[in-house]
């Protein structure tokens, strides 16, 4: 089965995280993302989530960090998530190729659907805001 590699950005802002909804029509419709897209033959996986913060939120970001990988097996495909903390530099995010955004703070995760690849990063994120709260 073929790994199809994604880098996502976690966008922070004032305590609350970016998220996006992804639109009909594609994998997963309608779920709650952090934004990024599949890398492509010959891009590391910084320039494939600055490429794709560019062409979906109209936004550059600073310096990728990296966060965590998660790799998921779904019936039709393997996913390696690759999740790199951000800053956005300039431009203000817009929903270019989602179906709509949202700033969302880490205990308002269980609000919104997300897919099961996600769930070890947003159990991560809600013990690092308990974490920093303290």
């Not at 995280?17 to 993302?33: D, F, M, P, S, T």
């Not at 703070?105 to 709260?133: C, G, H, K, W, Y």
Request: overall charge negative; charged content about 30%.
């Amino acid at each position: 089965m073929t790994v199809i590699e994604v880098a996502a950005g976690l966008i922070q802002r004032d305590g609350r995280y970016l998220i996006a909804r992804r639109k009909a029509g594609v994998h997963l419709a309608g779920y709650w993302e952090f934004p990024g897209g599949k890398r492509e033959g010959g891009e590391s996986l910084e320039d494939c989530l600055r490429r794709e913060l560019r062409e979906e939120l109209n936004v550059v970001v600073g310096i990728p960090l990296p966060y965590r990988i998660v790799r998921h097996e779904y019936p039709e495909k393997i996913v390696e998530l690759h999740f790199f903390r951000c800053v956005i530099e300039s431009g203000e995010a817009e929903a270019l190729d989602c179906a709509e955004l949202r700033w969302v703070l880490p205990e308002e995760f269980n609000q919104f659907t997300f897919p099961p690849a996600d769930a070890v990063i947003l159990e991560s994120l809600q013990r690092d805001a308990i974490m920093e709260s303290r």
